[in-house]
Nanobody, 115 residues
Framework: QVQVLESGGGLVQPGGSLRLSCVVS????????MGWYRQAPGKDREFVAG???????RYGASVQGRFIMSRDHAKNLVTLQMNDLEPDDTGVYYC?????????WGQGTQVTVSA
């Protein structure tokens, strides 16, 4: 059974930084794309960042230039370095991982940006 586990959320002041991590376990096949979405209260889930199995990355327009995603393919691990955080970055951040022809999701980790 594929499991996706996020960690690293918390409370940070505007302008600060946080690093999220996500690890995938239990996958019997190669993990394809991995990445992050987020959801703020009362809003739809929003794409944040993603990276293909080949290492190509892309970012949502609102985080471009501030967030950096990295991936350790051997460990099925991705990290999301979030810099210059803004109150609008507040939300639950969900990691996804493609395996066995579908995306698997973690439970989410809360990020709160507030003074």
């Amino acid at each position: 059974q594929v499991q996706v586990l996020e960690s690293g959320g918390g409370l940070v002041q505007p302008g600060g930084s946080l690093r999220l991590s996500c690890v995938v376990s239990g996958s019997g096949s190669m993990v394809a794309g991995m990445g992050w979405y987020r959801q703020a209260p009362g809003k739809d889930r929003e794409f944040v960042a993603g990276m293909s199995a080949g290492g190509m990355s892309r970012y949502g327009a609102s985080v471009q230039g501030r967030f950096i995603m990295s991936r350790d393919h051997a460990k099925n691990l991705v990290t999301l370095q979030m810099n210059d955080l803004e109150p609008d970055d507040t939300g639950v951040y969900y990691c996804y991982a493609g395996s066995g022809g579908r995306n698997h999701w973690g439970q989410g980790t809360q990020v709160t940006v507030s003074a």
